[in-house]
T-cell receptor, first 114, second 113 residues
Framework: EPEVTQTPSHQVTQMGQEVILRCVPI?????FYWYRQILGQKVEFLVS????????KSEIFDDQFSVERPDGSNFTLKIRSTKLEDSAMYFC????????????FGNGTRLTVT | AQTVTQSQPEMSVQEAETVTLSCTYD???????LFWYKQPPSRQMILVIR??????QNATENRFSVNFQKAAKSFSLKISDSQLGDAAMYFC??????????FGQGTRLTINP
């Protein structure tokens, strides 16, 4: 069964550094997302992406965050200058259609900011 | 605003028994979709079951079924014949329109052998 893959599985970075989290969505999917889960808390929506542009973003997704689909297969989340509070599990997801199409999640990238 | 509430932070059940996880939600839309996701210790998010709000029939997937009460905005998950591999965090989630999936706080399910 096709899967969403994320790399790396664990990223450690120093505060103030830039990080790029990578995702390869399922190939025939059209909608792409990033979610975040701070340890012990619920999963939170960050951003959705469709047709090469952001379709919706949360208030968490400020100017420090950006997303890109550089080559038609990868979908990346960049955090420009990481803060301690960015430490979390970041999940990429994709879906085939809007609405009733379920989101398929990747295994997540654990980001630790020191 | 759309909200999802899971009032049970933790639940436990004896292996082979049945357990029900509660979820309530609030949305102003008439067309929306509800999901249960499972998150084992590996932290992966795995879709368990989904329900379209316009369908009155409760969704079922093998040992997993839901009790969808639209008027009460309730969407509980029933796990029958619980197995050790069912131990995980379970998240209820709601989506409407554009794809912003809103999650509940989660319920940690423990299976006692």
């Amino acid at each position: 069964e096709p899967e969403v893959t994320q790399t790396p599985s664990h990223q450690v970075t120093q505060m103030g550094q830039e990080v790029i989290l990578r995702c390869v969505p399922i190939s025939n999917h059209l909608y792409f997302y990033w979610y975040r889960q701070i340890l012990g808390q619920k999963v939170e929506f960050l951003v959705s992406f469709y047709n090469n542009e952001i379709s919706e973003k949360s208030e968490i997704f400020d100017d420090q965050f950006s997303v890109e689909r550089p080559d038609g297969s990868n979908f990346t989340l960049k955090i420009r200058s990481t803060k301690l509070e960015d430490s979390a599990m970041y999940f990429c997801a994709s879906s085939e259609l809007e609405g009733n199409s379920p989101l398929h999640f990747g295994n997540g990238t654990r980001l630790t900011v020191t | 605003a759309q909200t999802v509430t899971q009032s049970q932070p933790e639940m436990s059940v004896q292996e082979a028994e049945t357990v029900t996880l509660s979820c309530t939600y609030d949305t102003s839309e008439s067309d929306y979709y509800l999901f249960w996701y499972k998150q084992p210790p590996s932290r992966q998010m795995i879709l368990v079951i989904r329900q379209e709000a316009y369908k009155q029939q409760n969704a079922t997937e093998n040992r997993f079924s839901v009790n969808f009460q639209k008027a009460a905005k309730s969407f509980s998950l029933k796990i029958s014949d619980s197995q050790l591999g069912d131990a995980a965090m379970y998240f209820c989630a709601c989506i409407q329109g554009a794809q912003k999936l809103v999650f509940g706080q989660g319920t940690r399910l423990t299976i006692n052998p």
